[in-house]
């Protein structure tokens, strides 16, 4: 019987509004959030605009490429080999993620919808996967930058004289 007699009186408090108590704490919270808060809009944030970074992750700089570097200049050959292992790295995971994104749409949609709802998905990944195989593709598992450098020269030449690689070669000379 006692406790119907407090839960009529918790229900009457609480339609009310606040207690005192609770108004007290609300004005001590605003009296220390005030200043704060102004010191945080006045101070802080013109700051963080000043010096907005959108990166989350580490930013190298670009080194000179090897094509860039002196013969003798064993350095910048360094340098430009650290780089290239560095976009190697990143253009693995760039193809990591869209054959993730592709098992994933053909997973979700099946075989059957695949085709219909996947193409853009699948072009992306075979872009990826030529692009990355232009690059880095028939090098071997030691690769270094002076390998892809050869590799790039040697594929242009061949362009220029030939057309594009996989069209096969020009019958008839082309003057340039």
């Known amino acids: 019987m006692g406790h119907d007699g407090d839960e009529g009186h918790e229900a009457g408090h609480g339609a009310s509004g606040p207690g005192t108590f609770e108004r007290f704490l609300n004005k001590v919270g605003a009296i220390v959030d005030a200043p704060v808060t102004a010191f945080r809009e006045l101070v802080v944030?013109?700051?963080?605009?000043?010096?907005?970074?959108?990166?989350?992750?580490?930013r190298y700089r670009r080194v000179p490429t090897i094509d860039e570097c002196h013969v003798n200049d064993p350095l910048c050959k360094f340098e430009a080999q650290e780089q290239f292992?560095?976009?190697?790295?990143v253009d693995d995971e760039i193809l990591i993620i869209l054959r993730q994104r592709r098992l994933?749409?053909?997973h979700y949609h099946g075989r059957t919808d695949a085709e219909k709802y996947c193409k853009k998905v699948k072009e992306d990944y075979l872009t990826g996967e030529a692009n990355w195989f232009t690059k880095y593709g028939d090098i071997g598992p030691r690769q270094d930058v002076i390998q892809a450098y050869m590799k790039q020269k040697h594929r242009l030449?061949?362009?220029?004289?030939?057309?594009?690689?996989?069209?096969?070669?020009?019958?008839?000379a082309v003057e340039h």
């Open 45 to 58: 944030d013109p700051m963080h605009s000043k010096n907005k970074s959108y990166y989350y992750h580490r």
């Open 85 to 89: 292992r560095r976009d190697k790295k």
């Open 104 to 106: 994933e749409c053909e």
């Open 157 to 172: 030449l061949w362009e220029r004289r030939h057309g594009p690689v996989g069209t096969g070669m020009r019958t008839e």
